[in-house]
């Protein structure tokens, strides 16, 4: 307390000293003539409206809020959108905020900057911000009843540019009414001035045509001719020039969308300023006023433009780096280069919508009569839809209205309702009950794919559904399901790298695997996918192309399942793997993602690379900030490298292989291209799979379900070839055929080192083989206490 008291004293006597000092200054004899008095009071009120700006500015004793600095409109800051661009350097789409783009003033229309200054500043060119005369002449319009505003297009500027009306830091005076207003007022003069300093008036037109808000998400006239009429800036004619400029006053009042009668309005007002001014001649005036407000409307939001599912996984994969560098992808301009190559991502699109389509009309064919939710046993699964419905906020609303009234909620659940739904030939709008819809939704089908250069690591083609605007979940880099079959590549490769070659042979018969988890003994007795074991010595070259399940499980007991493991993460596997001997035949969930990062080693002589997304970023000045070089590191010999390529083409050349699917397509007539691949399918058909490799790219896709209930019955129909290998299939037919993407078709070279194991050897088919399918066995078969 005596410390306040002390400072209410000193504060008091600062206040007694200020005021003694303002009566000396602003003292005047009675003596003086009228007039001098009359000047001398002006010359008072001068000095006391500088003064008013000075502590404006410098925010005395914190009273007035803080003003623009220097170093603010040396290097003013505005949310401008990030654009994203293709390896073609075409932009793909943007992420923003304010769906801003800057350009140049030579980009914008001259009718368009004539437009401006006639309707809101026509003295724009003579004054150094603040024009006096349209200032005191505020006043005049008040006498005759008239509101005009005096703001020039330097003060708009200030007010877009620093949001000085909106809270800007208003300080203690900044809550009184009427005195609000002054400091805004004398924030946006002293900033104006200042800003006359520092920008020549073309800068500053620039600078306002980038900054002004048209409405509807339209920030800058680069959007609103856009989004308005979707032409260039440059391209505006008077009518159009003349709309937008109207619209500046008040956009959602003036808006042509949902007011075109008071747009039409206030363009014709602006009209009549450029035939005051001269800018158009009576006639042309006359004229102009007939065409009524013709527009080209569309709205751009964040999720428009090509490749969505790239995109959005762009900006997860950019998260870290621009949490690192303090930058907003929505807000800082950035111009971001990617690797997506926009025309093999059109026929990944084309691909995978033409099989879908197919696959999902034979998977409501197989299913016909019946709901697709199973167990293991193949009964249907009673309370699948009534526990997903209990989650969804129809079910929530209707709970809170009818509380204890179960019937009620029940009739209004299965009830019809008007609902817009997405199908194969586009969005539908329909009647459907909450209830039917859940069992519509869930009897979907969904898909990944992705390409890559594995000798680079650049993503080629990423697309992570079927359909982004329905379906936002990425199927290649967020979920995670078991990868089947194509998991044994990790087996046989821990196989090369450790003694073993690709004619090796073992003996297809049953396997059981004794081994401890959690204390407790086990055993694990694996079947193969047709139920048959040979008894056959085949070499493991031919084991892996019919994905034979014994010579796999066998394998993994010589090497253990933790080197198995161990390989899977030195190849490119992040996901934790379970500990269990049943991980060989791919019982433990990875993401797609992972699993074509994993594959690149062999294909690219032995080296681990980390997919690429984005090659360089600059800010909106051009300024590089991030550029990325490839790194590799080797994991495993250039020798187990080769002979784990010439496994995968053996998927193709041995008899029975599972890659043979790949024959229904016309990618072989030439002979010029070596393909290679691996399928695989998860427990009951849940998921299926496929890994296709060249010597340049890299590709894999998947198939299934939201849940993994929802599946195929058959190996005929559910299996990896089946559902995932179309996709590629049919990408590499398209691909193949473009005379751009020649360079892909080529042979893989000879190998650069002497080859010391066998790997020439090829099985010729004999009656007695297992059929071909490389489904995994149910968790009942791969895990038996």
Not at 469 to 488: A, C, I, L, W, Y
Not at 660 to 673: P, R, V
Request: hydrophobic share 35%; aromatic share 12%.
């Amino acid at each position: 307390m005596k410390y306040i008291s002390k400072l209410l004293t000193f504060l008091k006597l600062i206040f007694q000293k200020a005021r003694n000092i303002i009566k000396w200054v602003f003292y005047i004899p009675s003596k003086w003539p009228r007039y001098k008095k009359i000047l001398i009071r002006l010359v008072h009120v001068f000095i006391l409206f500088i003064l008013f700006l000075g502590l404006v500015d410098m925010n005395f004793l914190w009273l007035f809020g803080k003003s623009p600095k220097l170093s603010q409109i040396n290097d003013p800051k505005q949310k401008t959108a990030s654009e994203l661009y293709a390896a073609d350097g075409k932009m793909i789409g943007k992420y923003f905020d304010e769906n801003r783009t800057p350009i140049k003033l030579s980009e914008v229309s001259p009718l368009m900057i004539k437009t401006l200054i006639n309707t809101e500043d026509v003295r724009f060119y003579e004054h150094h911000g603040i024009d006096l005369r349209a200032t005191f002449s505020i006043f005049w319009y008040m006498i005759k009843g008239e509101k005009r505003g005096g703001s020039t297009i330097t003060q708009q500027l200030v007010k877009n540019l620093f949001k000085t009306r909106n809270n800007y830091s208003r300080g203690l005076f900044g809550h009184i009414p009427g005195v609000k207003t002054a400091i805004y007022k004398a924030k946006e003069w002293i900033t104006s001035l200042k800003i006359e300093l520092f920008y020549s008036k073309d800068d500053i037109l620039t600078m306002y045509f980038n900054t002004v808000d048209f409405g509807s998400n339209a920030y800058g006239i680069k959007t609103a001719a856009r989004t308005f009429f979707n032409i260039k800036p440059s391209q505006l004619n008077i009518e159009q020039s003349a709309l937008l400029v109207g619209m500046l006053k008040a956009p959602t009042y003036y808006s042509p969308i949902s007011h075109a009668d008071r747009a039409l309005e206030r363009r014709n007002t602006v009209l009549g300023q450029l035939l005051k001014y001269k800018m158009i001649t009576q006639n042309e005036h006359d004229s102009i006023l007939q065409i009524p407000i013709l527009l080209n409307y569309s709205v751009e939001n964040n999720y428009d433009g090509k490749a969505p599912y790239f995109r959005e996984a762009v900006s997860n994969y950019l998260k870290a780096w621009l949490k690192e560098k303090d930058l907003n992808l929505y807000e800082d301009g950035l111009k971001i280069y990617t690797s997506l190559d926009m025309g093999m991502q059109q026929y990944a699109e084309e691909a995978m919508d033409e099989h879908m389509k197919r696959l999902q009309k034979r998977f409501f064919q197989h299913w016909e009569g019946e709901n697709p939710w199973r167990k293991e046993n193949g009964e249907e699964i009673d309370d699948f839809v009534s526990n997903l419905v209990v989650k969804t906020q129809h079910y929530k609303d209707l709970v809170k209205k009818f509380p204890t009234q179960k019937d009620s909620i029940d009739l209004y659940l299965n009830q019809l309702r008007k609902m817009r739904v997405y199908t194969y030939k586009g969005d539908r709008d329909t009647l459907l009950s909450t209830i039917d819809s859940i069992k519509y939704y869930n009897s979907l089908l969904h898909a990944g794919f992705i390409t890559m250069d594995p000798n680079n690591g650049y993503v080629k083609t990423y697309i992570g559904g079927i359909n982004f605007n329905s379906f936002k979940f990425d199927h290649v880099m967020k979920s995670k399901r078991q990868p089947g079959s194509t998991f044994k590549a990790f087996v046989y490769t821990a196989a090369m790298d450790n003694g073993y070659a690709p004619c090796d042979q073992l003996n297809d018969v049953p396997v059981t695997y004794n081994y401890v988890e959690n204390g407790k003994n086990k055993s694990w007795s694996p079947s193969n996918a047709d139920w048959v074991f040979t008894g056959s010595s085949v070499t493991l070259k031919y084991a892996f192309a019919k994905s034979i399940n014994s010579i796999a499980v066998q394998l993994t007991q010589k090497l253990g399942w933790q080197k198995v493991i161990e390989y899977a993460y030195k190849l490119g596997i992040k996901t934790k793997l379970a500990d269990v001997p049943s991980v060989c035949l791919g019982s433990s969930d990875v993401s797609l993602f992972e699993l074509i990062t994993a594959y690149c080693p062999l294909n690219n002589e032995g080296y681990k690379i980390e997919p690429i997304l984005v090659t360089k970023i600059t800010d909106k000045k051009g300024r590089v900030l991030y550029e990325m070089n490839p790194k590799k590191e080797r994991v495993i010999s250039e020798e187990t490298a080769f002979l784990m390529n010439q496994m995968l083409q053996g998927g193709l050349h041995e008899p029975g292989g599972t890659t043979q699917a790949l024959f229904e397509y016309d990618l072989f007539a030439d002979n010029k291209t070596d393909f290679g691949g691996k399928t695989g399918t998860s427990s009951n058909h849940s998921d299926g799979w496929f890994i296709g490799v060249t010597p340049d790219l890299i590709s894999a896709s998947w198939v299934g379900a939201d849940n993994r209930s929802v599946h195929f019955r058959t190996s005929e129909l559910g299996e990896g070839c089946k559902t995932a290998l179309p996709i590629y299939g049919l990408f590499m037919e398209k691909l193949l055929k473009d005379p751009r993407y020649l360079e892909y078709k080529k042979k893989y070279p000879k190998p650069k080192i002497k080859i010391n194991k066998n790997y020439s050897c090829h099985t010729y088919f004999h009656k007695n083989d297992s059929t071909i399918s490389e489904e995994p066995v149910s968790p009942q078969q791969q895990i038996a206490e």
